[in-house]
């Protein structure tokens, strides 16, 4: 299906702690508005994600399913896992997802007909595979039809782009050239997500560092309070029960965290949390009490799931580790999620990271949601830019420009094959010669030719991959001159589609300098066959019978008087197996000075030898290769240039 501007764009932030929906028109530039969720408490912008079936009234949601949760046939809560196939995740989900799109469609919240593009989000550290599973998975809810796109994009970019619609990150086209880093403080994880040029990457594989830690331990608190006895009684009758305790718990924490912090230092400070709790055998008042100095010790309680760290430990500990991993410090720190509220998140961020800007958005429990319309609206209206990169990766102009510019790549690895080489390589085997350690002078030649492709083939060789990374990084202002005419027609500024220059040194984890600096040697060993051949007959022809060989071989024959001639001597001693009488008839120290005398004009001679011979057999297959591998790269830095449209 093409998306025009017609399209209507729904953000559903499906997180494990709440879920909320906003709702964007491709065409304008509108903030997206959330949608108001049936049966959803307070304002109606979230539901608590928890979905269940009900014997008489189907699937309910949220606050409804834990109304009276021993009815229910089943119940799910904290179900949102990488695990897209496990029913324990598959089942909840599909359940959800429909009952809300069924409610806000069927209400005439959300329009259901028409073009229509569904944006869910995923945790960052998520593969792009995994996403896609997930988005298939997501269709089956409802969403197969025809006219309805169902897309998945990270988190991270959602909370980044809510940030600067909402105003909070002020110089977004300033990180082209820096870095920020997004701290999601969710119910089951905390995700942190480095952004660099537009690049987002994860900084953390996921930390199991969930708010709702904080909530279990409150109520394992109340179960060990003197009225917990009544509490734990209930939830061994029923099992279902403890979701609804557990929400009674979250709801007495956020409470906390929403007091002033000046009024929680005051004495006889507390917050109070009153919830009847349904059961088969009637209800039960539960009055819930926190006050600072209990929160305190919550806070300090040893967490089993964080290798017996306290909460704010293994809060600090994820940060210091991102801070000792980053060669600089992040120029602006963006917090989002609920629980990114809690009251020691902004200053533990501020004292590990100094100098960084903290951004800390206003309505933190919705911001995923509008940003995945957000994403969805620039998707549709990046179209027409990606069109325009796909365009020119397939007008052969990228090609042109590598082909023009490969005879000096094969110039520059030819000069680094042939540098040295007597040195490394002839002088070495020609005194295993000489001492009769090989047998004949073709044997030299085969040592010298295989012992010199595997120095040029062997992984990770810096001379050559050195080579190929600055040879790659001087097209760049060729490649802006393409890219530019389509960031003019885009008004994205040209610096946007500008290939990041690699670095051999960088950390290989580090996608934006080093995405393939092993490129020259990976082309060089596909064309090991060809290399090899080239070296045998240019060491055969080059060294043996004008080069320094060729000298001794000469002296050799000038010493036992033959009278063929140097060719022909040449040509029978290349298989013989001279005696070492014969090899040893001149002074070792004086034909290694010879050697070394003749050496930059022989090996000047095998560069460019090697030069032209590597152009003529490998030269089509490098400016494929390299052409597609730009290709890819600007592909990938489209993406990211997408997030400049508006």
Same mark, same amino acid.
């Given at each position: 299906m093409t998306e025009s501007l017609d399209t209507l764009v729904v953000g559903f932030d499906l997180g494990d702690g709440e879920t909320a929906v906003a709702t964007v028109p491709a065409r304008g530039n509108s903030v997206p508005g959330i949608v108001t969720l049936t049966g959803a408490p307070g304002n109606g912008q979230q539901h608590v994600t928890v979905v269940g079936e009900h014997p008489e009234h189907g699937?309910?949601?949220?606050a409804w399913a834990l109304a009276r949760p021993f009815e229910m046939r089943s119940l799910y809560i904290t179900f949102k896992r990488p695990q897209i196939d496990d029913p324990e995740f598959r089942v909840p989900a599909l359940m959800l997802v429909n009952a809300v799109r069924a409610d806000i469609t069927g209400n005439g919240k959300v329009a259901s007909a028409g073009p229509r593009r569904w944006v869910f989000g995923a945790p960052s550290g998520w593969s792009p595979e995994l996403r896609v599973r997930y988005a298939a998975l997501l269709r089956e809810a409802g969403l197969d039809e025809p006219d309805v796109l169902v897309d998945v994009v990270p988190e991270s970019r959602a909370a980044m782009l809510y940030s600067r619609e909402a105003g909070e990150l002020t110089d977004w086209s300033g990180l082209q050239h820096g870095s920020a880093l997004i701290i999601d403080v969710g119910s089951s994880t905390t995700d942190y997500t480095m952004v660099r040029g537009h690049k987002m990457q994860p900084a953390d594989h996921g930390s199991p560092l969930g708010a709702r830690l904080i909530e279990r331990t409150i109520l394992d608190r109340l179960l060990d309070s003197p009225d917990g006895r009544v509490v734990e009684d209930l939830l061994q009758e029923t099992r279902q029960l403890r979701p609804a305790v557990e929400m009674a718990c979250r709801r007495l924490k956020e409470d906390f965290f929403r007091s002033d912090q000046a009024r929680a230092r005051m004495p006889g400070f507390a917050v109070y949390n009153t919830e009847r709790i349904h059961h088969p055998r009637g209800s039960q008042l539960l009055t819930l009490e926190l006050t600072a100095a209990e929160m305190a010790e919550v806070l300090a309680t040893p967490q089993r799931d964080l290798g017996g760290k306290s909460w704010p430990q293994a809060?600090?500990?994820?940060?210091?580790?991102?801070? =000792? +991993?980053?060669?600089?410090?992040?120029?602006?720190?963006?917090?989002?999620?609920?629980?990114?509220?809690?009251?020691?998140i902004q200053p533990t961020v501020q004292e590990i990271f100094p100098d960084s800007r903290i951004v800390v958005g206003k309505e933190p429990e919705v911001a995923i949601a509008r940003g995945l319309a957000l994403a969805g609206r620039i998707s549709i209206r990046a179209s027409g830019f990606r069109e325009d990169v796909r365009a020119l990766n397939t007008s052969g102009d990228i090609e042109r420009?590598?082909? =023009? +510019?490969?005879?000096?790549?094969?110039e520059q690895i030819g000069a680094a094959a042939a540098d040295g080489m007597t040195e490394r390589h002839v002088i070495p085997a020609f005194r295993r010669w000489r001492n009769g350690d090989i047998v004949t002078l073709s044997g030299l030649a085969d040592q010298v030719a295989d012992s010199l492709r595997l120095e040029l083939t062997a992984p990770g060789n810096p001379k050559i991959d050195q080579i190929v990374v600055d040879w790659q990084n001087s097209?760049?202002?060729e490649i802006d001159d393409l890219t530019r005419p389509i960031c003019n027609r885009w008004h994205l500024p040209p610096e946007a589609m500008t290939l990041p220059l690699l670095d051999v040194s960088a950390d290989p984890g580090d996608l934006n300098l080093r995405p393939d600096v092993a490129q020259g040697t990976a082309l060089l060993r596909a064309l090991a066959t060809t290399i090899t051949n080239v070296i045998l007959a240019v060491v055969g022809v080059a060294l043996l019978a004008t080069g320094p060989i060729g000298l001794v071989v000469g002296l050799m024959a000038a010493s036992v008087g033959l009278l063929i001639g140097k060719e022909a001597a040449l040509e029978k001693a290349t298989t013989s197996n001279l005696p070492l009488r014969v090899r040893q008839l001149r002074s070792e120290e004086k034909l290694v000075e010879r050697l070394r005398a003749e050496a930059p004009a022989k090996e000047q001679e095998l560069a460019t030898m090697l030069a032209t011979q590597f152009l003529a057999d490998g030269g089509p297959k490098l400016v494929a290769d390299i052409s597609r591998g730009i290709g890819d790269r600007l592909e990938s830095q489209a993406v990211e240039a997408e997030l400049l449209i508006s």
């Open positions: 699937v309910l949601v949220g809060f600090r500990s994820d940060l210091e580790g991102i801070a =000792a +991993r980053e060669k600089r410090p992040p120029e602006v720190i963006v917090l989002t999620g609920g629980a990114s509220r809690m009251w020691f420009i590598v082909t =023009a +510019r490969l005879p000096a790549l094969a097209l760049i202002p």
